[in-house]
């Protein structure tokens, strides 16, 4: 069983920068494709960013393109997802997932395993 925390969340202004960090335990962190994704209020959870198993390949959302950066570190086995020029409509719970196998998705019923997430919240 994989057990996933998220953590760096917080307030930010916007224009501001995040780091978020997912740790998992248990399992083999090598072996998972690795997400993000975010739920804002009243709406549904969309793909933010994606990277397969050995981190050649990733994947990041249109929206957040040129802004958001996936990487992971698979000796200290953590995935984080770096936020730079922060807007209010990125304000959300942001949640880590793991996916089995090496390759990268971006429709959430592919993740095997899932985190609580962690709230950002963008102010204006």
């Known amino acids: 069983q994989v057990q996933l925390v998220e953590s760096g969340g917080g307030l930010v202004q916007a224009g501001g920068s995040l780091t978020l960090s997912c740790a998992p335990s248990?399992?083999?962190?090598?072996?998972?494709?690795m997400g993000w994704f975010r739920q804002a209020p009243g709406k549904e959870r969309e793909f933010v960013a994606g990277i397969s198993a050995s981190g050649d390949n990733v994947y990041v959302a249109d929206s957040v393109k040129g802004r958001f950066t996936i990487s992971r570190d698979n000796v200290k086995n953590t995935v984080y997802l770096q936020m730079n020029n922060v807007k209010p409509e990125d304000t959300a719970v942001y949640y880590c997932a793991a996916k089995s196998g090496g390759a990268i998705a971006t429709r959430g019923a592919n993740y095997d395993y899932w985190g609580r997430g962690t709230q950002v919240t963008v102010s204006s």
């Open positions: 248990g399992g083999t962190f090598s072996s998972y494709a």
